[in-house]
């Protein structure tokens, strides 16, 4: 009995100070650092740490916005990543989402800003999935998984307090979205049918890579009721049809297909590109449709003027306006058409090491 008693006296010693770490985290709400979750508190050994992950200078800057005068460096990349509950081994993954997102000009512009509240979508490939223990299989868009998490997270913070973009100040969005700064997939390679996402985004050969871009909303098709990949492939045009979303002549959205669907339209034969091409194709409304809609002024051709009435016009025209992705399990067949905010550029960045 003793020496159950004396364990258990030196394992309430060795716990942490739960009032201390309240004390913490109340002033870091205070500083108004947060997103509105708690914060871990960042000591000098911790940072450290994070630093230690790559072979930048603490002091490199690593992103700017003009219109707000503000840019942001390394190591205030690092607090941020470890505020958001990043670990250490998570930074040079942070850094590779941050630049991604930052090649993209709706985020070096406006779109942090914007009436619409975009939300990051990052998707990671390569072997740095399992080895950081990324969810690569059901719930791909959902919570669960620490690195999914408080990666996208980590750009959340960084964007608040290095740019600040703070809401009702900075930030406009007229509702915004719900999960912003939440959305981090890791492809399925293993279940996918075509090559990985990255090597679209020109980083080959298995490498660990991050790509990422705005997005204004996504939105499930749920096609588990026929073995026709067309009907699938008429669902998902269906969806990304959809008036209410379009809002210029041309629109951007990616298909994150789970793994039945995008192995049904292999199965039939279909490569990425003949799925874009399929969509292309196919997604349109004529200019009696936009007008029914209330939008005849959005229809707008190449040289100014409008689609008359019995005119079809594409909403999509080149292949890098359907980026295709393949995510989540192989239970039920329900795949994402997330709408992208502008166009992505179609840019992948390769997981830096340390030097």
């Known amino acids: 009995m003793t020496a159950v008693n004396t364990e258990g006296a030196a394992a309430a010693a060795a716990a942490p100070d739960p009032d201390e770490a309240q004390r913490a ?8 650092w947060s997103d509105g979750l708690p914060l871990v508190p960042v000591s000098k050994p911790l940072l450290d740490a994070f630093l230690a992950t790559t ?5 490199e800057i690593i992103g700017a916005l003009e219109q707000v005068g503000r840019d942001v460096n390394v190591r205030t990349a690092a607090i941020n990543a470890a505020m958001a509950g990043c670990k250490p081994e998570y930074f040079p993954v942070v850094l590779a989402a941050f630049e991604a997102l930052m090649r993209e000009r709706a985020a070096r512009g406006g779109g942090f800003q914007s009436t619409s ?12 999935r399992k080895e950081l223990g990324f969810n690569t299989a059901g719930g791909a868009f959902g919570p669960g998984f620490r690195p ?22 900075l930030e406009q969005a007229t509702q915004g979205l719900p999960g912003r700064w939440q959305v981090c997939v890791a492809e399925n390679e293993e279940e996918s049918p075509w090559e990985p996402f990255a090597e679209n985004g020109g980083v080959t050969g298995g490498v660990s ?71 292309i194709e196919k997604c349109g409304h004529t200019g009696r449709e936009f007008k029914l809609a209330g939008k005849e002024n959005v229809p707008r051709k190449p040289d100014g003027t409008f689609a008359t009435d019995e005119e079809f016009h594409r909403i999509l025209s080149t292949p890098q306006q359907v980026p295709v992705i393949v995510a989540g399990a192989k239970n039920a067949a329900i795949s994402m058409v997330v709408r992208i905010f502008g166009e992505w550029s179609g840019s992948s960045v390769p997981v830096g090491e340390k030097k």
């Open 117 to 128: 509240g975009p939300s990051p979508l990052i998707v990671v490939n390569g072997p740095i």
């Open 55 to 59: 072979g930048k200078d603490p002091d």
């Open 25 to 32: 985290i109340e002033y870091c709400y205070e500083q108004g």
């Open 209 to 279: 890579a991050v790509s990422a871009t705005l997005t204004r909303t996504m939105e499930f098709v749920d096609n588990r009721h026929t073995p026709n990949h067309e009907d699938v492939l008429r669902d998902i045009e269906d969806t990304v049809n959809r008036m209410g979303s379009l809002i210029f002549p041309q629109t951007s959205v990616a298909l994150v297909l789970c793994p039945e669907h995008a192995q049904m339209f292999a199965a039939a034969g279909l490569s990425k590109a003949d799925v874009q091409n399929w969509m």
């Open 148 to 169: 999914n998490a408080t990666i996208p997270r980590a750009v959340g913070l960084i964007v608040r307090n290095a740019f600040g973009i703070h809401p009702h100040v």
